[in-house]
């Protein structure tokens, strides 16, 4: 997977068309062969950018930040971070005519290791769903059919007590940056309800008890809307295993809700936007 | 020096509502004795906690001189404020840190004329040193006290402006943004106040001001235009704290710790610090 | 369940925390103002007794309940949760409960998954005209939460340490 | 005056280790889902002393750790009352291992603004009984710059004991303070023979040389500072920033970022005030409750945390922040280097 030259002359076209004021995609990181995001407003930069299969962080972050607020931008996306896009367009977070998009039909992208990462192993959609250009062969693949996570499906068999030991540890060994909440592209909110700045309501401390409290609340708001890009997890100083909570939301919604997998139809809100009658009420007295 | 952290207990001995979103608070120590070993010098700060919702940081609005009690007003502006305003009422205990910073230059300004230039809760401060003035009334020439507010509603110390009116050896000018039919004064924002009414003496005269962060620049401005000199202006300084010790980094302005080199600065020191206040 | 209710308590190997004599549970009950609360009134002008172990709080509607309420019950005093809400299609405001339902699922498994057994949180449906269905409910909610004894997961004065 | 010095293998210094722990509370990094941090040990096993430098947290949260009780207090209507709180946990004594160098040094440079005005006596405490045990690393990590700073990373003596793995398959312990001296004095060295002075120093040096040599990342650093110095407004810090998600991190894993909040924690009258990490690049950080914010914007709280590491501490207390360990580096989601940065904004302030 290497749409290198493509990109850079979609890039230069639209900067010469003056469709875009930046073009945010991916460059070299200098030392190693993995990449880093790069904001460029100057068409002259427009050789830095790259793409291959270590293009890995979320760039739709970057539509939340100043620096793309309110200006034509143009951006790269793989398949989740075209759900993502397309959870941002639902909820009015940005405007479909200001954005140019370079879908990519995506392989999947590598972790430092060179192994295909765990989210690409079970990726679903790994075709742009929005995009005014895409690049590469679409998969074709018409029904979705969920693959389970590993990693939820084991922890969901060992008893409740390992597990509450487990997660014990994964709560402890937060150190509440709340970089998690920063690197999601649909945490948006301007004041979020984790930040420590309402620390009377919410837990401002670090302890195990307020990353737990913060953790568990942070996933349950972005459960039926969490894309699975994993770019928390990317951030998270301690190496957390942060997309068990989320896969693990994931897979009940998907199994529950009329097989709602979060932004892959346009115009579909998340899962606790909507209901169905047909909605599982047996766990309710 | 140990424990600074942790807060003293003080007592509400009187709430003043001064405005609809001003308070004053009027604070005695639980413990007798405490309040004579409190010193503290005008333009000082002291973090107030009402415990269980947080700290804040304010200026102590009335001067040591006046024994017994110190006053802290309190604008309802964030959280911890909008709680203290809910919640805090006579007799309420609340902790008190302090006194930190440092204070105005009280020996440069003896002898000299002093202009006070406030501009709506930005008269706490300064009233701490007004009332030290008035109490050491001999040790200073001219006094003019200008000050403005957005309405006549917005004006705090009311009763005590009425007693600086009153008193002979001061001159007050009070100033409100737009017009309204009962006030008789002068209307216009504080800057255009200065230069077209107060007309102040520049020689031998130290100018005090505090506002808001806006008023503070055009003020300045103007204070400069009129011929004074950087260093005759005193101003000071709003800036988030946390722990007022000198620690938690979240005054610092270049390499300087608000908490503890300042809240009062003079302009002279003003430019040679980063543009972040 | 018995046998992984005293798994429970071994695993935080702090002998003190097993549940001390005549201990008894805290439930924080959050009922829909237009159905459950007028059911618990209900009961108790029918004279039906229920458990005093439940502790309630009236909100507009079961869609008000963030599940943030339920993880901060279960962080500081509770020791179960029961929310409460009209029955699906005779919500107050037309639709609250069935948006309010699929958050319950969630939030129910999720903290499941995270160690919490699923007797602490619990939902249940009554109307305003079933008083004696509420004390049934809330007998049910505190049997099942004694015999699991007091909930020491994450709660705060536990996990100040780092 | 001089300190002991001793010698011995691999086998050896795995005893010395092992019998540390036995006679000291002793912490140590233990791997934790792919990541090292300082933790409280009893046996060799669960920990690694020399584990690799991109995966292991500074040891600052022993010193000042990620939350601190300040006080604890009742506020009910009948009145107020606030108390200490208990013993602290981490100011007994204790010795660390597998202290790299940079984070040795940065308890060094915190030393200096804790030291200051109000002395913080649980850091204090903490420090005074603690006994470091840094070895040195034999290779530099991609975003190592230590030797690029204003510190002497080959006879820093920040450390009480340094332990060198000699180019000659010998490992080299070396007193570097009384209290590490006085340790070493005990009969934790064993299985290891004291040396002098004239045979380790050949030997260190090398080792030394070679270290140093690794080094991909090498700056100028009177230049850089003296740069920085004079550039306050440079649009360069805007592109720079440009790609930061602010999203904390680098502040939290930095050894010396020392910045903190107080929150307060209430349930029912009783409640517990706590002291606890922030970041300047957090954009409440400096915002005030009447709305006023002196950096709204990205590029300005990212010139105060450059800034701060390069400029304005040097300025106030004679050391540079930064000790160029890249734990921020290595963090960020987006691998914005503190190092590229500097060099980057003091290059740009060459051409101007």
Redesign the interface.
């Given at each position: 997977m290497n749409y290198t030259k493509q990109i850079q002359d979609i890039a230069s076209q639209l900067f010469a068309e003056g469709k875009i004021d930046v073009f945010v995609g991916y460059r070299l990181n200098g030392f190693d062969d993995n990449q880093v995001p790069v904001l460029i407003k100057d068409p002259q930069d427009v050789h830095k950018l790259v793409f291959t299969d270590k293009s890995v962080f979320n760039l739709v972050n970057y539509l939340k930040t100043d620096h793309t607020r309110r200006k034509r931008v143009g951006l790269v996306v793989k398949g989740c971070d075209s759900r993502s896009l397309n959870l941002m367009l639902t909820e009015n977070q940005v405007k479909r005519e200001n954005i140019y998009v370079v879908g990519i039909c995506c392989e999947g992208v590598t972790d430092d290791a060179g192994q295909k990462m765990q989210n690409c192993v079970d990726c679903m959609v790994p075709d742009a769903v929005v995009s005014d250009e895409l690049l590469g062969t679409a998969s074709g693949a018409d029904t979705l059919t969920y693959k389970m996570n590993a990693d939820v499906a084991a922890l969901s068999n060992i008893p409740l007590t390992e597990r509450a030991a487990y997660f014990e540890e994964v709560f402890e060994n937060c150190i509440r940056c709340n970089a998690c909440r920063h690197s999601c592209p649909l945490c948006y909110c301007a004041k979020c309800c984790i930040d420590q700045?309402?620390?009377?309501l919410y837990n401002g401390a670090n302890t195990t008890s307020a990353a737990f409290h913060a953790l568990m609340t942070w996933s349950l708001h972005l459960a039926g809307r969490c894309v699975d890009c994993r770019n928390c997890e990317k951030a998270c100083p301690s190496h957390l295993p942060l997309h068990l909570l989320h896969k693990q939301n994931e897979s009940v919604i998907f199994e529950n809700f009329q097989e709602h997998l979060a932004g892959v139809i346009p115009e579909d809100r998340g899962a606790f936007y909507k209901y169905s009658l047909k909605d599982p009420d047996d766990f309710i007295m | 020096?140990?424990?600074?952290?942790?807060?003293m207990?003080c007592k509400v001995d009187k709430v003043i509502q001064e405005t609809p979103d001003i308070r004053t608070y009027r604070l005695k120590f639980r413990e007798e004795g405490m309040m004579d070993t409190f010193t503290y010098l005008p333009g000082q700060f002291v973090e107030f906690?009402l415990?269980?919702?947080?700290?804040?940081t304010f200026c102590i609005a009335s001067s040591a001189t006046r024994k017994g009690y110190f006053d802290c007003s309190i604008?309802k502006?964030?959280?911890?404020?909008a709680?203290i305003h809910s919640s805090l009422e006579e007799g309420d205990?609340?902790?008190i840190r302090g006194p930190f910073g440092n204070w105005f230059p009280l020996e440069d300004i003896k002898g000299k004329n002093l202009l006070f230039v406030g501009g709506g809760i930005g008269l706490a401060p300064l009233r701490s040193l007004i009332q030290y003035c008035i109490d050491n009334r001999g040790d200073y020439k001219d006094f003019t006290i200008l000050y403005g507010a957005r309405t006549s509603s917005d004006m705090c110390y009311k009763d005590e402006i009425k007693e600086w009116q009153d008193n002979p050896s001061l001159k007050v000018v009070l100033t409100i943004d737009r017009p309204e039919d009962t006030w008789t004064s002068n209307v216009g924002v504080v800057p255009k106040i200065l230069e077209e009414v107060v007309k102040p003496v520049i020689e031998n005269t130290k100018v005090i001001t505090c506002g808001?962060?806006i008023m503070i620049k055009y003020t300045i401005q103007s204070l400069l235009k009129l011929g004074f000199a950087d260093k005759d202006i005193i101003t000071t300084l709003?800036?988030?704290m946390?722990?007022g010790?000198?620690?938690?980094?979240?005054c610092?302005?270049?390499?300087t710790y608000v908490c503890?080199d300042g809240p009062v600065f003079t302009n002279e020191q003003l430019k040679s610090l980063?543009?972040?206040? | 369940m018995e046998a992984e209710v005293k798994d429970q308590l071994v695993s935080i190997e702090k002998p003190e925390l097993i549940a001390p004599p005549n201990w008894e549970p805290v439930i924080m009950g959050i009922l829909c103002n237009w159905c459950s609360y007028a059911g618990s009134d209900l009961t108790g002008t029918s004279r039906i007794q229920y458990p005093p172990n439940i502790r309630i709080i009236r909100v507009p509607c079961s869609s008000r309940v963030d599940p943030w309420f339920l993880i901060k019950s279960l962080q500081t005093t509770a020791d179960g949760v029961l929310v409460s809400g009209c029955h699906p299609g005779d919500c107050h405001y037309i639709s609250g409960n069935y948006f309010a339902r699929r958050r319950f699922l969630v939030t129910k498994k999720l903290l499941n998954f995270v160690g919490f057994h699923e007797n602490r949180i619990q939902f249940s449906w009554v109307s305003a005209a079933e008083g004696p269905k509420f004390a049934k409910v809330v007998n049910k909610v505190t049997e099942d939460i004694k015999k699991l004894g007091p909930l020491h997961l994450y709660k705060k004065e536990n996990f100040e340490k780092k | 005056m001089s300190f002991s010095t001793f010698v011995t293998d691999k086998a050896g210094l795995q005893k010395f280790y092992e019998a540390i722990m036995a006679s000291q509370e002793t912490y140590a990094p233990v791997e934790k889902f792919g990541k090292f941090d300082f933790k409280r040990v009893s046996a060799l096993a669960e920990c690694d002393p020399e584990s690799p430098i991109a995966k292991t947290m500074s040891i600052k949260p022993l010193f000042f750790p990620r939350t601190a009780k300040?006080?604890k207090?009742v506020?009910t209507s009948a009145?107020?009352?606030?108390s200490?709180v208990d013993e602290d946990p981490l100011a007994v004594k204790r010795v660390i291992l597998g202290v790299k160098h940079c984070d040795a040094r940065s308890l060094q440079v915190l030393d200096k603004?804790?030291n200051?005005?109000?002395?913080?006596?649980d850091y204090q405490n903490r420090r005074q009984n603690t006994v470091i045990i840094s070895t040195r690393c034999d290779k530099a990590d991609t975003h190592c710059f230590c030797t690029s700073l204003d510190y002497d990373v080959e006879n820093l003596d920040a450390m009480d004991i340094l332990v060198v793995h000699g180019t000659d398959g010998k490992e080299y312990i070396k007193a570097r303070t009384e209290k590490g001296n006085e340790l070493l004095s005990s009969d934790v060295t064993r299985h290891a023979s004291p040396v002098t002075e004239e045979i380790t120093a050949p030997v260190l040096k090398s080792q030394y040389a070679s270290f140093a040599a690794s080094f991909r990342l090498k700056m100028n650093y009177k230049e850089v500072n003296e740069k920085l110095s004079k550039i306050?407004?440079t649009p360069e810090f805007e592109n720079v920033s440009g790609n930061c998600v602010s999203c904390n991190t680098c502040a939290f894993v930095c050894p010396t970022c020392?910045?903190?909040?107080?929150?307060?924690e209430?349930i029912k009258d009783t409640?517990v005030?706590y002291?606890s990490y922030?970041s300047?690049n957090n954009g409440y950080?400096?915002?005030?409750?009447?709305?006023?914010n002196?950096?709204p914007a990205k590029y300005?709280r990212w010139r105060?945390r450059a800034?701060?590491k390069f400029?304005?501490?040097k300025?106030?207390f004679g050391e540079n922040l930064c000790v160029g360990c890249g734990k921020c580096t290595i963090s960020c989601p987006v691998n914005i280097s503190i190092f590229e940065v500097v060099n980057q904004v003091s290059a740009a302030a060459m051409q101007e």
């Open positions: 700045e309402t620390a009377t | 020096m140990e424990k600074l952290l942790i807060p207990i906690s415990l269980g919702s947080g700290e804040c604008k502006a964030g959280v911890v404020t709680d205990e609340v902790g808001p962060p709003e800036m988030k946390q722990c010790l000198g620690k938690c980094g979240r610092n302005i270049g390499s503890k980063p543009d972040e206040f | - | 300040v006080m207090f506020a009145g107020t009352d606030v200490e603004v804790y200051w005005d109000y002395i913080d006596t306050f407004d020392h910045c903190f909040k107080i929150s307060d209430k409640g005030r002291k922030d300047c950080f400096t915002l005030m409750a009447g709305g006023h002196p950096r300005r105060q800034m701060h400029v304005y501490y300025e106030r």
